[in-house]
């Protein structure tokens, strides 16, 4: 899974310097160790080489006490796409979250990702109209140290 997470970073990132591909494994070993909410699902192809990856998180209690199914990151590597695999994560998601009586699905994607908007506009997606808001490393840092100051 690090190798994937880390070739998702390099896909999203083209030609920027990446961390130490320990430290991708590190991070991956105590995310799932602590067991903070984020599950992962692996895809792989006939000669069991991984190939693709899903990153999500369940929260709850949500409309009606169902939750949401939050798809943080949806990946394939280059020479699988095309293969339906995308697709398959997708709906292995949907009755993940159907057996278990999640309500819904979210993700985003990049206003430039046509090939996944793609992909979700073929399985039914429907795009809602929200600001979507980040608070990137910086402010995270500021917004903690007021906090620590106070």
Not at 65 to 74: A, E, N, P, Q, T
Not at 80 to 88: F, H, I, P, Q, V
Request: hydrophobic share 40%; aromatic share 8%; proline share 3%.
């Amino acid at each position: 899974m690090a190798l994937l997470v880390r070739d998702l970073d390099r896909h999203y990132r083209p030609g920027a310097e990446l961390r130490p591909e320990a430290d991708y494994r590190r991070i991956m070993e105590e995310t799932i160790a602590s067991h903070e909410g984020t599950r992962f699902v692996l895809a792989r192809d006939a000669r069991g080489q991984n190939v693709g990856l899903a990153c999500v998180a369940i929260l709850r209690p949500g409309r009606d006490l169902r939750g949401l199914l939050y798809l943080k990151d949806l990946y394939v590597v280059e020479e699988a796409r095309g293969a339906g695999l995308g697709t398959r994560i997708i709906r292995f998601l949907a009755a993940f979250a159907v057996r278990n009586g999640i309500g819904r699905m979210d993700f985003t994607t990049d206003h430039g990702n046509i090939p996944a908007q793609r992909l979700y506009d073929e399985l039914g997606g429907v795009v809602k109209q929200k600001v979507h808001y980040t608070l990137p490393t910086e402010v995270l840092d500021s917004l903690a140290a007021e906090w620590s100051a106070t």
